[in-house]
């Protein structure tokens, strides 16, 4: 096995999770970039001078075949972050205009996509003796944000898909803590914040954050010494649930 902590990020060909796999990269772990786009990927880690491997979240036997390769490659896997995300656009979010296919296709890229990636990775985690998995979750999941009047999230435009989704991945980050703190997995959810992506413009988003300082939340806890498990972070500290 190699000596270095061996690290995947999927949805990282580009924006947010590409920042993850360099600063990652950056901190001498071994990267893999995970995408369902076999070129960008490569292109990707081609940049950042990592390797990367096909992963579509939302296909079983996609999620089946990198983890198989990502055994044999290493045998383990000490870092999984699950960045991979839709925003699925506005139409058929609305509340009263609801689209159920809309939902369902948010919710099988942010919600089962990140149950499909875990479990499926879990025996690789638990081969390394201080395994992490970070979610990418969103300020827009925060329940106490959201019905706070004095938080801005309280007066913005509804949706039944999107926040609803990492609402949902708050939840399943805490319920796998849980479940994986006899393994020694510690398991977090992150909010990087609105960046200048492509996922902010598709909103119709012009943002000066860069997806660098977004990911720098989820780099911190991947490689702080001792990870705390069972939270939601943002740059300065807990997120309110």
């Not at 938080?151 to 991945?169: D, E, L, N, Q």
């Amino acid at each position: 096995m190699p000596d270095t902590r061996i690290a995947l990020v999927t949805g990282a060909n580009k924006g947010i999770g590409a920042a993850i796999a360099e600063g990652l990269a950056g901190n001498g772990l071994t990267v893999v970039v995970a995408a369902r786009d076999a070129r960008r990927g490569a292109d990707t880690a081609q940049r950042l001078g990592v390797r990367s491997v096909v992963l579509d979240v939302t296909d079983d036997v996609s999620v089946r075949e990198a983890t198989a390769w990502v055994g044999a490659s290493y045998g383990r896997l000490d870092v999984l972050v699950n960045n991979a995300g839709i925003a699925g656009g506005r139409a058929g979010q609305i509340p009263g205009q609801i689209d159920l296919e809309v939902i369902r296709t948010v919710f099988e890229t942010n919600l089962f996509g990140v149950i499909r990636v875990t479990e499926a990775f879990l025996p690789l985690l638990r081969e390394s003796p201080d395994a992490r998995i970070v979610n990418v979750s969103s300020g827009t999941g925060s329940l106490h944000w959201q019905t706070d009047p004095e938080h801005r999230f309280a007066a913005r435009g509804v949706s039944a898909g999107y926040p609803t989704s990492k609402t949902a991945v708050n939840m399943l980050t805490v319920q796998y803590a849980k479940a994986l703190a006899g393994d020694r997995i510690a398991v977090n959810a992150v909010a990087p914040g609105a960046c200048g992506t492509d996922f902010a413009a598709a909103l119709g988003l012009t943002l000066d954050r860069t997806a660098a300082q977004g990911a720098a939340i989820a780099v911190h806890l991947a490689t702080m010494a001792d990870s705390p498990t069972a939270g939601f972070f943002q740059d300065d500290g807990a997120v309110p649930w």
